[in-house]
């Protein structure tokens, strides 16, 4: 008579149990091999050393315990998925808004625009310059000490000397100092949003100025 030890379990029961890469399947598909495994298993055991109750309890337990992770995994799927779905629905209302983005240039529209820079402390001084096309400073605020956060700024389109300029695309230069030592300074600007999207990492904005960003990167929304 064909004897199995059954002191080990068989790495090929093992597989089935933890659910090796090797053996994939459904939860139904796991349960079936494992059954087929432990029946053949005990009609070969030796009658002199029977497989006792112990181990029997402790290979159901392992099924048990992958049949539970296969369907907590198949749960949290479902749920990451109806997030997504009920985020996609709150994203939708903001196409058509403005938000307030990282950004190194903004748009002066009908002599109007809004921007920020964003400070990762206090400074001594902060200066804020818009820069055109041409790479030249039209306009530069002096805003002498802050403290660290968001500074909203407004600018009308007049530069240095007063005249108006034209409605276009600007840059937004800012440069601070604390304790005589340059600050790294972030810079905001307002952008249309036009639609969404997603992808594995979540739902995307598509913004006017060509841009787009998650929902968790927008500062404000007006």
Same mark, same amino acid.
């Given at each position: ?12 029961? +093992? ?7 090797a ?5 139904? *598909?796991?349960?079936? +091999? ?42 949290? *799927?479902?749920l ?5 779905? @009920?985020? @996609? ?8 808004r403005? =938000?307030?983005?990282?950004?190194? @240039?903004? +748009? ?14 206090? =400074? ?18 002096? !805003?002498?000490?802050? +403290?660290?956060?968001a ?8 530069d ?7 409605? #276009? ?5 800012? *440069? #601070? ?25 979540g739902? !995307? ?6 841009? @787009? ?10």
């Amino acid at each position: 008579m064909n004897t199995v030890n059954t002191q080990n379990i068989s790495p090929t029961l +093992r597989q089935s149990v933890n659910g090796a890469a090797a053996i994939k399947g459904s939860s139904q *598909e796991v349960q079936d +091999r494992f059954m087929t495994l432990l029946v053949t298993q005990m009609k070969n055991q030796d009658p002199l050393n029977p497989m006792d109750n112990a181990q029997m309890t402790s290979q159901l337990a392992q099924l048990s315990t992958v049949t539970g992770i296969d369907k907590l995994n198949s749960t949290m *799927e479902s749920l990451i998925n109806s997030v997504q779905s @009920s985020q @996609s629905f709150q994203a939708a209302d903001m196409i058509g808004r403005a =938000v307030l983005v990282d950004a190194s @240039s903004f +748009r002066l529209n009908q002599s109007m625009s809004a921007f920020a820079v964003n400070l990762p402390s206090n =400074v001594d001084n902060l200066t804020v310059s818009v820069v055109d096309n041409a790479g030249q400073t039209v306009k530069a605020f002096n !805003l002498g000490a802050q +403290r660290a956060g968001a500074t909203p700024l407004n600018w009308n389109g007049l530069d240095t000397l007063g005249n108006q300029l034209a409605d #276009g695309v600007y840059k937004i230069k800012a *440069e #601070g100092t604390l304790a005589g030592k340059a600050v790294d300074i972030g810079t905001q600007a307002y952008a249309g949003v036009l639609s969404i999207s997603k992808d594995n990492s979540g739902i !995307l904005l598509n913004l006017d100025n060509g841009a @787009s960003v998650y929902t968790n990167q927008v500062a404000k929304i007006i």
